[in-house]
């Protein structure tokens, strides 16, 4: 507990409240998240009831779900003070929190908003999940082509208060099809007399309510845009998406994308906080299917039981080989798996990196196979050649796997994370046995 959160447990046991609440008016909200989210649930509702009403709205937003969650069930005693918090809460913020609760608990809450909150909550979750209707926001500032720059600054100065960003302005006609976007510096450097028809070129770059969120992640990264107007299948405008939305969801795909490469069913937001019964539930699925295929390497080596009497000492060798087999598709597979997902390699490119990666793979084989070599010579130089033969062999197939299964998962349309480094490794484990004692196989003439 460092020096701030200790004050602040002294001062709610003396119950100090108005030198707590001194207290709070010189953090930010940030730090005031940070506090709370090391405190016990009872202390950080009793600090979240002392906030204002502006600050809480800013804390609660950096707030884990979990701990949003806990307040709000804290503050159900004070009604006033949740309908509040929700009513002011930006409305893509208030979807993502809506949108994680109980189906029954959203619905009561809901029934706290405004009537005009609530109509905007209701759009807002009414677009499919993960598209990018959940992540945009209403709140920005729209003005008509003959304005003048005056009138149009005018309009901002009255309207911009509960915009999202004031960056970018956006221009609508009268039945509010989304003309352009301008920059809020093209508009305070131009004449004021001058009419905001003379100032837009026509050229925007817009967002679809009902696209993937992922689509949104791609258009941020290619146009280094900082807000991106949302519409609707018309070209009206219904809404705007700002860089710090997406932000959240990169992380938070680039979280699930690195658990489901550790055969992680679904994300782990914090797995400290997460329940026993909760973790295991998301690891034992894949465990226990790559049990199952971790079998069929048993089955391999039981197979060539008669190989393994006659050169005992090939089983020396057996770990390190099926391991660098599986190693090397691991890394292949991190590889395709993050260019796919940036958009670095689209599906069509998977016969030209099949060559690239076969000759790469080749000359990785060979390296290794050279170090095994010099191992094999100096402990059991009888089964130098095969294990050398075996090292080239196993290292390619295992680099030619974890390079197609990510195509493979993409052309059924499932997330290629999901070639996990497990599931590759098990696979190579059985390639490489087989690889392994064939080759023995043939070389003793069995």
Excluded: C
């Excluded at 900082?226 to 997406?246: E, H």
């Excluded at 971790?294 to 000492?313: D, M, T, Y």
């Excluded at 076969?358 to 196979?369: C, F, I, P, R």
């Amino acid at each position: 507990m460092n020096e701030i959160e200790m004050r602040f447990q002294l001062l709610i046991e003396a119950k100090n409240w108005k030198a707590l609440k001194a207290e709070l008016n010189q953090l930010d909200p940030h730090d005031i998240a940070e506090t709370i989210s090391e405190l016990s649930k009872d202390n950080r509702v009793i600090l979240f009831r002392l906030l204002p009403r502006e600050q809480a709205k800013e804390t609660f937003q950096h707030l884990s779900h979990d701990e949003q969650e806990g307040v709000i069930e804290g503050l159900a005693e004070n009604s006033n003070k949740i309908t509040s918090l929700l009513n002011d809460l930006d409305p893509d913020d208030r979807t993502a929190f809506f949108e994680e609760l109980p189906g029954k608990v959203s619905q009561r809450l809901m029934q706290l908003l405004s009537n005009k909150e609530r109509a905007i909550a209701t759009r807002l979750l009414g677009y499919p999940e993960d598209s990018i209707g959940r992540l945009m926001t209403p709140e920005y500032v729209a003005i008509k082509p003959h304005f003048t720059v005056a009138q149009a600054l005018d309009h901002i100065r009255k309207f911009g208060h509960n915009s999202e960003t004031l960056n970018v302005i956006y221009v609508v006609d009268n039945q509010w099809k989304l003309i352009d976007d301008i920059k809020i510096k093209e508009v305070l450097l131009a004449s004021p007399e001058q009419l905001i028809s003379d100032i837009v070129d026509n050229r925007f770059i817009a967002l679809n309510a009902y696209d993937d969120q992922e689509v949104a992640i791609k258009v941020f990264q290619d146009h280094d845009r900082v807000a991106l107007p949302v519409t609707d299948s018309n070209g009206v405008l219904i809404g705007i998406v700002t860089i710090d939305d997406v932000m959240d969801i990169v992380e938070e795909e680039n979280t699930e994308d690195f658990q489901k490469f550790g055969s992680i069913q679904e994300m782990v937001v914090n797995p400290l906080k997460a329940g026993i019964f909760y973790l295991y539930k998301k690891r034992i699925a894949w465990l226990f299917a790559l049990v199952f295929m971790n079998v069929f390497s048993g089955a391999a080596i039981a197979h060539f039981e008669g190989v393994i009497q006659s050169a005992v000492a090939l089983v020396f060798f057996l770990p390190l080989l099926i391991g660098s087999g599986g190693n090397a598709g691991s890394q292949s597979a991190t590889l395709m798996i993050r260019s796919l997902a940036t958009g670095d390699v689209e599906m069509q490119d998977w016969f030209r990196l099949l060559g690239k990666e076969l000759l790469v793979s080749l000359l990785l084989g060979l390296t290794m196979a050279v170090g095994v070599s010099l191992i094999a010579a100096v402990r059991m130089p009888d089964v130098m050649l095969i294990v050398a033969l075996t090292m080239v062999l196993t290292v390619m197939a295992g680099s030619m796997l974890g390079m197609l299964l990510p195509f493979l998962f993409t052309k059924f349309k499932m997330d290629p994370a999901a070639a996990s480094a497990p599931l590759i490794t098990s696979v190579s484990d059985i390639t490489g046995v087989m690889i392994y004692f064939s080759i023995a196989t043939w070389y003793f003439g069995l």
